[in-house]
């Protein structure tokens, strides 16, 4: 089994910086793709970052030059340092990460539980 867990939310005040860490245990056999979502009550989640397994990275137009993405592979865990934080970045960010338990098996998405990022004006 694998758990993921977030941890790094906070409250924060607008243009100030905050960096989520995203760490997988549990019987890994590789750490794939990760990505960074967010949700506001109400409202559809967004991807806000992801990075592959080689570090490719992309980003929502929202967040691009404000966020990073990063990983460290032989942690099991992602990295986003935000940045420039603003009130509209307030929201439940959670971590997806790719993840096989065995060699030659099929990597299976597995979630986070969330963690609270509010930005005060």
């Known amino acids: 089994q694998v758990q993921l867990e977030e941890s790094g939310g906070g409250l924060v005040q607008a243009g100030g910086s905050l960096r989520l860490s995203c760490a997988a245990s549990?019987?890994?056999?590789?750490?794939?793709?990760v990505g960074w979502y967010r949700q506001v009550p109400g409202k559809q989640r967004e991807l806000v970052a992801a990075i592959s397994t080689g570090g490719s990275t992309n980003y929502a137009d929202s967040v691009k030059g404000r966020f990073t993405i990063s990983r460290d592979n032989a942690k099991y865990t992602a990295y986003l340092q935000m940045n420039s934080l603003k009130p509209e970045d307030t929201a439940v960010y959670s971590c997806k990460a790719w993840v096989a338990t065995a060699r030659l098996t099929i990597p299976r998405e597995y979630w986070g539980q969330g963690t609270q990022v509010t930005v005060s004006s």
């Open positions: 549990g019987s890994i056999f590789s750490f794939d793709g």
